[in-house]
């Protein structure tokens, strides 16, 4: 069962527009968000995350909104460049004690110049 | 980018023979955690540590063990390698376990022939 969605495998984006990733998850018990940002043969690099307190968080480019009561949340980013191009993950934990992160399957974000 | 080293960080080996993959960080991190790559399934945890000794399983565990006799090393072992577990496998650390992101090493490509 997977708990945190990433529902669209691919997108293609113009440089300078906006890209928007989405993830959906199904436990009610998640309370903190992230992203993360994959290039190939590297590790996945944080980008940025949200808590279930609030409904949006930026950094320069990055913007995160959660939508708690559609178990929503979203990763835009304006504008968009050419090295924005990678994998993107979201990802999820429960203020549970379990200490778990659950990611999502990915979003390969191609930006075109 | 944070002290986290995976090694080996390619490995080819036989089915049915044992595999042990380290991960070392420098941060002292209370939190680590092993995740597999693979097309199609993003990123899925398989064991994770929250403190010397102490460990859990994540969504993916059969087939593997880890072990934490120091805050700074956590091992996964393959304790008979099957092709199924070809895969990329990546070590994440985190100092809280919750509200606070994973920092990922670059991962151990491991293909079993």
């Known amino acids: 069962d997977q708990q945190v969605k990433q529902n669209s495998p691919s997108l293609s984006v113009q440089e300078g527009r906006i890209s928007i990733l989405n993830c959906d998850y199904t436990n009610s018990m998640f309370d903190y968000f992230l992203w993360y940002k994959k290039y190939p043969a590297e590790g996945p690099t944080f980008l940025i995350s949200i808590s279930s307190i609030k409904d949006k968080n930026e950094d320069g480019r990055f913007t995160v909104f959660l939508n708690k009561s559609a178990k929503h949340l979203s990763l835009h980013i304006v504008p968009s460049q050419p090295g924005d191009s990678a994998v993107y993950f979201c990802a999820a934990s429960a203020a549970s004690g379990t200490y778990k992160y659950i990611f999502g399957t990915g979003t390969r974000l191609k930006v075109l110049a | 980018d944070a002290g986290i080293t995976q090694s080996p960080r390619h490995k080819v080996t036989e089915t049915g023979t044992p595999v042990t993959l380290r991960c070392h960080q420098t941060e002292n991190h209370r939190y680590m955690y092993w995740y597999r790559q693979d097309p199609g399934h993003g990123l899925r945890l398989i064991h994770y540590s929250y403190g010397v000794k102490d460990t859990d399983k994540g969504e993916v565990s059969d087939g593997y063990s880890v072990s934490r006799s120091k805050t700074e090393d956590f091992l996964l072992t393959l304790e008979s390698a099957t092709s199924s577990q070809t895969s990329v496998y990546f070590c994440?650390?985190?100092?809280?376990?919750?509200?606070?992101?994973?920092?990922f090493g670059n991962g151990t490509r491991l293909t079993v022939t």
């Open positions: 994440a650390i985190s100092d809280q376990g919750h509200n606070s992101p994973l920092h």
